[in-house]
């Protein structure tokens, strides 16, 4: 069964400060997304990370992809009180394009002036 | 772009009553996902349309949950003899045959069982 796993669950920052959250998941999959949901609201697209290697970078937030540790990692630069939100990682399960979700736990951020 | 829409937004029910929600994708999108999230958890995948044929189903739908989508536009989603294990936020997600893998999510439908 697949699983998958964010590291920490909850994260207190300072304004100004850089901090990574870490995903790890149990088995090999298609690719890795990231989230950003906002408290009573739906889920916002980050990345979307397709092959070994992959970075993409928006804004203050950077995310890449090891497949080989099975390990995504979502880097917040000199964080602003803006980014406050939970962040969820989630992978794919079964062969080509299904597209069923796995999700993370979610790492609940608060940044802090 | 009018983006997923679900209604209703919320809804309170008494336990044993049946409750349907709708969702309706963005247009052209030929994928639809149904999603269930508790409080401080992620959203847990439920069952999958592909038009209007459900591809696939997770142990999470018991025989109590059923899904539609008739006519490969809207789906619905109905709960019969809801439980207060039900009490959730359902999410409805799509996407389009040329983008298969970006899964676009709607604002949810908040259901509370009293």
């Known amino acids: 069964e697949l699983k998958v796993e964010q590291n920490p669950l909850f994260l207190s920052m300072q304004e100004g400060k850089n901090y990574t959250i870490y995903c790890n998941y149990s088995t090999t999959s298609d690719r890795l997304y990231w989230y950003r949901q906002d408290p009573g609201k739906s889920l916002e697209s980050l990345f979307v990370?397709?092959?070994?290697?992959a970075v993409k970078q928006e804004g203050r937030l950077m995310a890449s992809l090891d497949t080989k540790a099975r390990l995504s990692t979502l880097h917040i630069t000199a964080a602003v009180h803006d980014l406050s939100a939970t962040y969820f990682c989630?992978?794919?399960?079964?062969?080509?394009?299904?597209?069923?979700?796995?999700f993370g736990k979610g790492t609940k951020l608060s940044v802090k002036p | 772009d009018t983006g997923v829409s679900q209604n209703p937004r919320h809804k309170i029910t008494k336990r044993g009553q049946n409750v349907t929600f709708r969702c309706d994708p963005i247009s052209e999108h030929n994928r639809l996902y149904w999603y269930r999230q508790t409080l401080g958890q992620g959203p847990e995948f439920l069952t999958y349309f592909q038009n209007e044929a459900q591809l696939e189903k997770s142990r999470l739908l018991s025989d109590r949950f059923s899904a539609e989508r008739p006519k490969g536009s809207f789906s619905t989603l109905e709960i019969q003899r809801t439980e207060q294990g039900d009490s959730a936020m359902y999410l409805c997600a799509s996407s389009s045959r040329d983008r298969p893998y970006e899964q676009y999510f709607g604002p949810g439908t908040r259901l509370t069982v009293t």
């Open positions: 990370l397709l092959s070994n290697g």
């Open positions: 989630a992978v794919t399960v079964g062969g080509g394009s299904q597209g069923n979700l796995i």
